[in-house]
């Protein structure tokens, strides 16, 4: 979430963020911790304390994993996000990048120990928030100058990173464009503007090849079994606060790059909406309850109904289905609810502080 957007609204927004796990993406095998969940903690803004947990398989949890990792140092900033790669032929992702801002910067980290091996900085990154690969290469969406970003003519950008060097390669310009979430798919990436309406496609090299219209204010976007792109749209262009907390979802075909399927009045929450995916169906949050939506017939239906906290984050696991929840708050350590896939309680377990994403380690 923005620089400005999260200190001076702080208090009049909690939005249901990212880190959805695609299917696509290059699952993390047992490492150091072995098998169990990576927690991501965004952190308080004023503070700069985004963290990572591990759940461990025996229910252990271990809330200084990076820092007993990298001397004692933290992930520095407030965590937008986290993605594995790899840059083998295999499907094990063996790194890590870690997307923070209020300390812009992508950290590359070790999967297996959590250790970081390179850092992109400021000003090669300027407000950060997801990150995607294509082979060799490493693209993370930038909202750039805060002082635009929030304007009619926003100056968002990617930076580019060499995957094998770990270095910052150039940045590539994205007129009139608030990029946020990016996957990438049939070897292009697909990025939302949600500064408008539509997800903008590039090539591997870098170049625009497709522009798509979907609905208002596109924001996090996964891929699912089928490898089609789905984005959810919160429908709230440039911060309207019109009180609407219902989104469209709309299905990308990457072989056409053109709309397959749009899916209306998804309760999302609004700015900074969290999915996920597990099994053709996607999950979404709002308030304190989780919604999902089938998507072989668009059905919509409630799965939990009034948890006792706000909800933040949202992930499935991709072996059994369990669905995991996390608490908005920021003043102190957020409380992880590990439930089944029918939404009973499991187990409860406390994480650092604003938990918005899982990574599951297989």
């Known amino acids: 979430m923005k620089k400005l957007y999260r200190f001076s609204l702080w208090f009049l927004f909690v939005a249901g963020i990212l880190t959805a796990c695609n299917p696509s993406d290059p699952q993390v095998v047992s490492g150091k911790y072995g098998k169990g969940v990576l927690v991501i903690n965004e952190g308080n803004f004023t503070e700069g304390n985004g963290s990572l947990s591990f759940i461990k398989e025996n229910d252990e949890v271990l809330n200084t994993v990076f820092e007993d990792e990298n001397n004692g140092s933290p992930v520095g900033g407030i965590i937008q996000s986290v993605r594995g790669y790899n840059l083998g032929l295999g499907v094990n992702a063996d790194k890590l990048v870690l997307i923070t801002n209020n300390q812009d910067q992508a950290v590359i980290a070790d999967a297996d120990t959590l250790k970081a091996v390179a850092i992109i900085r400021s000003p090669e990154v300027v407000n950060p928030q997801a990150f995607a690969a294509i082979g060799n290469r490493g693209f993370v969406t930038n909202w750039g100058a805060i002082s635009q970003a929030f304007g009619p003519n926003p100056t968002g950008f990617l930076t580019e990173i060499d995957l094998r060097t770990r270095t910052f390669v150039r940045k590539i310009n994205l007129p009139n464009c608030r990029p946020q979430g990016i996957v990438s798919a049939n070897n292009k990436l697909y990025v939302a503007n949600n500064h408008a309406n539509t997800v903008l496609v590039y090539g591997s090299d870098g170049n625009l090849v497709q522009t798509i219209v979907v609905a208002d204010s596109p924001d996090k976007l996964l891929v699912d079994n089928n490898n089609k792109v789905w984005v959810i749209c919160n429908n709230e262009p440039d ?36 999915i996920a995916f597990h099994n053709g169906k996607i999950y979404s949050i709002r308030g304190k309850k989780v919604f999902v939506v089938d998507t072989n017939n668009s059905q919509i239906s409630e799965l939990i109904n009034n948890t006792d906290f706000a909800l933040y984050g949202i992930g499935v696991n991709p072996q059994n289905g369990e669905i995991y929840i996390g608490e908005a708050t920021f003043t102190q350590n957020s409380r992880v609810r590990r439930l089944s896939p029918s939404g009973s309680l499991i187990r409860e377990y406390q994480a650092g502080r604003g938990t918005n994403g899982f990574i599951f380690y297989r």
């Open 239 to 274: 911060f309207s606060f019109s009180g609407n907390d219902e989104g469209t979802l709309v299905r990308i075909n990457p072989a056409t790059d053109q709309t397959e399927l749009s899916i209306p009045n998804v309760p999302c929450g609004g700015f900074n909406s969290k």
